[in-house]
């Protein structure tokens, strides 16, 4: 689940948030988080990111707690409300079509997704936060864990180089 996308950070200033996370992390504890409803962004019709949406209480002081350590690197703050969410994968071609409108999603597929709108997936508990890198690749995204800071712990960088 993502809390807080930074976009490009310069290597040498991810080192100013290891502090301000590990503070973050030790002041919540492990807590659940439920797991509930499949959506899309921006709509199911034309959809560009499916997820499945996530319930917790503590995820948003969290993620306002992330928000603004962020804010220490030069990463700007968060204008959109919080909607936790764990993205399920990203539809390709969502670009416009010729008729500038994001090509729809086969019917079947629409249908199914509406049909899992309600749907309990289960409960799985939150342990730490870990900061990621994300290196976009022809495949997809590829992502690199490069700090994990456990709930109620101290941060544990992970043993990772960053390419520069």
Known sequence: MTLKFLGGVAPDRLGELTGPLADAARGCAIFPVSYAGVGAFPSLVRPATLWVGAEASPLGPLARAVDEASTRIGAAREERPFHPHVTLGRVRG???????????????????????????????????????????????????????????????????????
């Not at 939150?126 to 690199?144: H, I, K, N, Q």
């Not at 544990?156 to 960053?162: T, Y």
Request: hydrophobic letters at 40%; proline letters at 8%.
């Open 94 to 164: 969502h670009g416009k079509s010729r008729r500038g409108r994001a090509p729809r999603l086969p019917e079947g597929l629409c249908a199914a997704l509406d049909a899992a709108r309600v749907r309990a997936f289960g409960i799985a508990p939150a342990r730490a936060l870990v900061l990621f890198r994300s290196d976009t690749e022809p495949g997809g995204a590829r992502y690199t864990p490069l700090a994990r800071f456990t709930f109620g712990g101290w941060g544990r960088p992970l043993r990772v180089a960053v390419r520069r």
